[in-house]
């Protein structure tokens, strides 16, 4: 879930494409031929955060732009009377640049803070070369609701970029990306229009799980999250899936020809090899190609360090009753609804107060998408119809 990239040789014109938005929703793709280039925190930036204490915010700057008479701006549509804030804010030396949406109206109300997954989308759910908003989309939709957002450019992304982090991409932990969410949570919760008894966190994908780390206390001290969203979330420990994923695409190079039985098993064999010494706490002797970036020098730190987290344990340390909404829908490629069960198995140990909504038809991107590759990252297709109706139950 660190963003290994690769793409197999079919489809070369939009592998660019599908690999981005791979990347960003933190699922393994497998490259055969050298179809795409691979990713890497080195030199793209995928790491994390503004903050390694529960410092809150040292500063912030900010700048407006007010929906137009039809509702809508380059960021997407919103409500009548609701704006776009361009705001910033400082911690431990880290500027964090973020869009804080909200009523022109002073008056209190709720307010969620939005988690992006792994690799580098940006605070609108945007990578390079894949513009699927996913981001921006859970905050038209909350506007809609009624409910202000604050998204983010998490460090490595958009305008944060590596900051600090640049000289050492590999110093990047878990704990760099929860401080970073929970400085964030604390700014959205300063804000004079937020009702401090109305903050939601949503994650989606790998932002799930800092959302749950957030709400079970690992990030430290938080303001109070009174409803928490798990939008496709990463739902198994981290090596499990790029094992499953990586076999998986493996062997379906192998059944369209594009590589030999031989070379996928002993692909397979390193894989396997390579996930019992990092799990070890040993770099690995030989580590195959389909996952050089995930174990990497920049990468491997991080993937060791998230693949400690079961999401299931972490979700059963929720505090019981917490408001909790889960998706899963079979088209979703990249996290599939056996991974999400396994998620909610641990919600319900903790006996929250659990909105399960299974979607028949939606991609990771949060689309409606019919297609073999989930590969309708358009950025004018909207929200899934069914995902937008669960929200909006959700949040009344």
Known sequence: MTGTAAATAAGRSRCAR??????????AVVMSAAACSSHSTASSGTTASAS??????????????????????????????????????????????????HPVSSARGPAALLIAGSGIPDRNGDSPGSPEGSIRLLANQLALDGVATLRYDKLGSGRTGLGTFAADPASVRVATYEHEAAATLRFLASRPRSDASQLSVFGHSEGGFYALMMATGHAGVVPHIARLGLIEPLSRRTLDVLDEQVTGLLRRDVSAGRITSAAAATQEQQLTAAITAVRAGRTPAQIPAVAATTFSPNNIGYTADLDRY??????????????????????????????????????????VSLDYAPITDMDHALKTDDTPDNDNDDAAVPMAPALARAIATFVK
Do not use: N
């Open 52 to 101: 390694d204490s529960a410092s809150a915010p040292s500063s912030s700057t900010s700048s407006s732009t007010t929906a137009s008479p039809s509702g809508s701006t380059s960021a997407g549509r919103f409500p009548q009377g609701w704006v776009d804030e361009q705001v910033s804010f400082t911690v431990d030396g880290m500027t964090i640049y973020a869009t804080y949406r």
């Open 310 to 351: 079961d999401p299931a344990q972490l979700a059963a340390g929720l505090p019981a009753g917490t408001s909790v909404l889960l998706t899963c829908s079979p088209q979703d490629s990249q996290v599939p609804c056996s991974d999400v069960d396994h998620l909610k198995s641990g919600l319900t140990k903790a006996g």
């Open 18 to 27: 599908v690999v981005a938005r791979r990347v960003a929703a933190g699922i």
